[in-house]
């Protein structure tokens, strides 16, 4: 499998005085919609394309339920799902409030099959 890249400069925005570099940067080779995964899954399955849609819409709205209860949602060899929060900071345990929480973020992180998978990657300049 190969995976395209462009060559990007960029400066360091923590010492904007230091000199650019240039850096390999993975490009999209385009987007594939939810119909049109459920449609690829159905070619390599048993499963009408029909029938992938309405488990991956419940997937997709299950999934978002289950880290907004505080659960790590484990996709077996696929990966982890959690979530993850920004905040500022308390001087004191006491005065850390729900209120300092600026952001909330999901995260992921890839299983084995996942990793199988990328570790297989080749890199092609676009």
Known sequence: MTVKYNIVERGN????????????????????TLRQLAT????????SST??????????????QELVAGNVVELG????????????????AEEARATQITNLL????AGKEFKKVLATVEYEKA
């Open 106 to 109: 999901p995260r992921f992180h």
């Open 13 to 32: 925005p923590g010492k904007p005085e230091a000199p650019k570099k240039f850096y390999p940067s993975v490009t999209s080779s385009g987007r594939k």
């Open 51 to 64: 029938d992938v849609m309405a488990v991956l819409e419940a997937l997709l709205t299950t999934i978002p």
């Open 77 to 92: 060899d696929f990966g982890n799902f959690w979530l993850k929060n920004e905040a500022d900071g308390a001087a004191t």
């Open 40 to 47: 690829q899954i159905s070619l390599i399955s048993t499963v």
